[in-house]
């Protein structure tokens, strides 16, 4: 039989069915620039946990996931950002870097400038990287696809056959504890794209480099909310492929057009600072843009990223709205909160759009019933 092949994106250092442009922050004390510069240009944002003086988490990140991020085929070229504190040697990691993908560039904030026309001068010069390196297009020399599951599906082997006939390699992982953490180290692997048949208790995911598929189970959770899964459980073969090779003709996948994509860190803020009235929190990092995107909207609310303590949060802000999927481990913490605070679960707003309605809702009426603006 003979086998079409699958064009992508050419890219100077491989071929990928994306083209993304990626935008890295080298650590903490870099991530303030990197949001500005964001306002600035339409690039793929990835902020960083690691302090500056980590040099062994700054070593370990450079040489292993910033590396998988920059030579990833999906990726078409990184800006890196770095505040000039760090303590790792900029210029040997950019040149081992550039080993890997030529279209690399980064900026130090400190030298010899102001932050502002450091963000001046990094947006500007994301721009002239992002137009030099605008991919044409070339067949896929090794298309290969993570098929993940936590247990394995029937007819697995029989899949795996039908992709081969396509011209696609399935490489198969399985979950462990059912941790959502686990798809972004598949991406990482240099995948082109994910097929996961989502554990029971899970709310389906994406990622930032390789776009994900993901197919229901047959649970009553899942059950709740499946028009946010791209394919359901009784799915046929032929209908998996049909999809797969969509994605792989540049069809986007669910997570892809709602951003349903965790981040890659997220930097702790245990004590957080209350600047608005209503406080958001995500206790699922899947909602992590979708919140962004309420906070962008909304004068009156203020996205805090990471862990937080619901209770002393409740107790600085006039509400506090609490995103959930509604699976049984984040249920379990929400036990005794205060009477300011409100979980909203995707599990009973029906989906994904469900939930920013039933956000949006909430914080209009708590808007026009204040007193005071908020």
């Not at 080993?99 to 560039?105: K, Q, S, T």
């Not at 995948?191 to 554990?199: D, K, N």
């Not at 919140?291 to 862990?307: K, W």
Request: hydrophobic residues 45%.
């Amino acid at each position: 039989m003979h086998v079409h092949p699958l064009i992508g994106y050419k890219h100077q250092h491989g071929v990928g069915i994306r083209s993304v442009n990626l935008l890295i922050s080298l650590s903490t004390c870099a991530n303030h620039a990197v949001e500005e510069i964001a306002k600035n240009v339409d690039i793929t944002v990835i902020s960083s946990a690691i302090a500056a003086t980590d040099s062994d988490s700054l070593a370990a990140f450079s040489e292993s996931t910033l590396t998988s991020l920059i030579s990833h085929p999906n990726t078409s070229c990184a800006r890196i950002v770095a505040a000039g504190c760090e303590e790792i040697r900029i210029p040997n990691l950019m040149a081992h870097l550039r080993e890997v993908n030529p279209a690399v560039e980064y900026l130090v904030v400190s030298e010899g400038r102001s932050e502002a026309s450091a963000i001046s001068l990094a947006s500007n010069g994301a721009t002239d990287l992002i137009t030099q390196s605008l991919p044409g297009l070339g067949e896929i020399p090794k298309p290969k696809i993570v098929i993940g599951f936590s247990k394995e599906p029937p007819n697995l082997a029989s899949l795996v056959e039908a992709l081969k006939v396509v011209g696609i390699e399935s490489e198969l992982h399985e979950y462990f504890n059912e941790e959502m953490d686990v798809i972004l180290d598949w991406a990482l692997s240099g995948a082109h794209a994910i097929l996961s048949f989502t554990p029971p208790s899970l709310y389906p995911v994406g990622t930032l480099l390789s776009p994900v598929i993901n197919i229901a189970s047959d649970s009553e959770f899942h059950s709740k909310f499946l028009e946010d899964f791209d394919l359901i459980s009784s799915a046929s073969i032929s209908d998996i492929v049909n999809e797969i090779l969509g994605v792989f003709n540049r069809i986007r996948t669910f997570s892809e057009y709602t951003k349903s994509v965790p981040p890659l860190a997220i930097e702790s803020k245990t004590v957080p600072s209350i600047s608005k009235p209503i406080a958001l929190i995500a206790l699922n990092a899947v909602f992590h843009n979708l919140a962004l995107d309420l906070q962008r909207n909304f004068d009156s609310v203020q996205y805090l990223p990471g862990q937080v303590d619901v209770a002393q949060v409740a107790g600085k802000a006039q509400m506090v709205i609490v995103l959930s999927t509604g699976n049984s481990t984040e249920v379990l913490t929400l036990k005794s909160f205060p009477v300011n605070v409100l979980v909203v679960a995707l599990s009973e707003a029906g989906s994904l759009g469900g939930l920013v309605a039933a956000i949006s809702k909430i914080v209009i009426d708590a808007n026009r019933n204040s007193r005071e603006p908020l």
